[in-house]
């Protein structure tokens, strides 16, 4: 039994390998990207509109409102990224009821690569917020002693996000797998959309967790307020 | 007994230990934080919004503690690095 889809091979040229993950990594960018691109050439700004396009409305309004309830005061700035690391994340989970295929999140170089991502944008939405210095101010805060615990907490928990979605993506399969030795019928199919149920919270949660980090990052400090002078 | 069979046993043995230990902790932090949940959704059901989705992130942050021990007994059955390094000696000889 393998471990992640890392294991299927469908083409090898010396080093160069292209697993499952990969392709079904590119197969889900390729439907993300050609479906909205498809659903936006025909955009109406009038009362009468496509059915696809108020799903897309409907989704792209849910994320903003999301990202906003967090605590970021301008949705429209994050949502490209925070948006496609939802969207990519559910479609990844969603699309497992199509036969033969596996997940990508199921593979720990794709989660690697998400949380890294997070790990990266959230310094850079910080730096863009606050400016460089006030931003590195902020790892010594409150004292300059919590230095290397603010350092170690950024990297524990870019960690934790990887193993998080790789251990909740992968268990999904897994179970399934090792059901389908034992009870052939019907069950697998419930613990199927189970997987669907818990794919859909991972991806939420994977975005919301992002977006906190980042509201975290790019909170500008308010001065305190002045005490009021008695009269 | 020779160094595979330990290998074996001390790996199927710690798996299961993991995943029975590992899962005991959250289980229970599980519970409290949804009767915690529960107990303010029937005090304010206004703020039931804001309520259950910060029990979703949070019941995912507590489970994550759960699924990190699932990650390494499965790890420890079906990507053993040791038992790799074993069977690579015996049949390298």
């Not at chain 2, 993991?18 to 303010?40: H, K, N, Q």
């Not at chain 2, 989705?53 to 019941?59: I, K, M, N, S």
């Amino acid at each position: 039994m393998r471990l992640s889809p890392d294991a299927i091979i469908f083409w090898q040229y010396g080093f160069f390998k292209l697993n499952a993950t990969i392709v079904f990594t590119w197969g889900l960018m390729l439907v993300l990207a050609v479906g909205s691109k498809v659903i936006t050439r025909r955009f109406s700004t009038g009362l009468k509109r496509s059915r696809w396009q108020n799903l897309l409305e409907i989704v792209v309004t849910g994320i903003e409102k999301q990202i906003e309830e967090v605590g970021l005061s301008q949705p429209q700035k994050y949502i490209g990224f925070l948006g496609t690391l939802f969207l990519f994340v559910a479609a990844a989970a969603l699309c497992t009821v199509v036969p033969g295929y596996e997940p990508p999140t199921g593979s720990l170089s794709t989660t690697a690569a998400l949380a890294l991502c997070v790990f990266v944008a959230v310094p850079f939405f910080g730096i863009e917020e606050q400016g460089v210095g006030n931003y590195l101010k902020s790892y010594v805060k409150p004292t300059f002693i919590m230095l290397p615990f603010n350092i170690i907490s950024e990297i524990s928990r870019t960690l934790a996000l990887a193993v998080r979605l790789f251990g909740n993506m992968m268990s999904g399969a897994m179970i399934i797998g090792i059901l389908l030795t034992i009870m052939p019928f019907i069950f697998p199919i419930i613990m199927t959309a189970l997987g669907l149920l818990t794919g859909m919270v991972q991806a939420y949660i994977f975005s919301i967790l992002a977006a906190v980090y980042i509201a975290a990052a790019t909170r500008v400090r308010k001065p305190k307020p002045e005490p009021e002078a008695k009269p | 007994m020779d160094n595979m069979t330990i290998i074996a046993v001390a790996s199927i043995v710690i798996a299961g230990i993991t995943t029975g230990f590992g899962t005991m902790g959250p289980a229970l932090a599980e519970g409290r934080a949804v009767a915690t949940a529960l107990s303010s959704l029937a005090q304010q059901p206004d703020a039931s919004a804001t309520i259950t989705r910060t029990l979703f992130v949070g019941l995912a942050m507590i489970e994550s503690t759960a699924i990190y021990c699932f990650v390494v007994s499965m790890i420890l059955i079906f990507a053993n690095p040791f038992w790799n390094h074993v069977i690579a000696q015996a049949t390298g000889k």
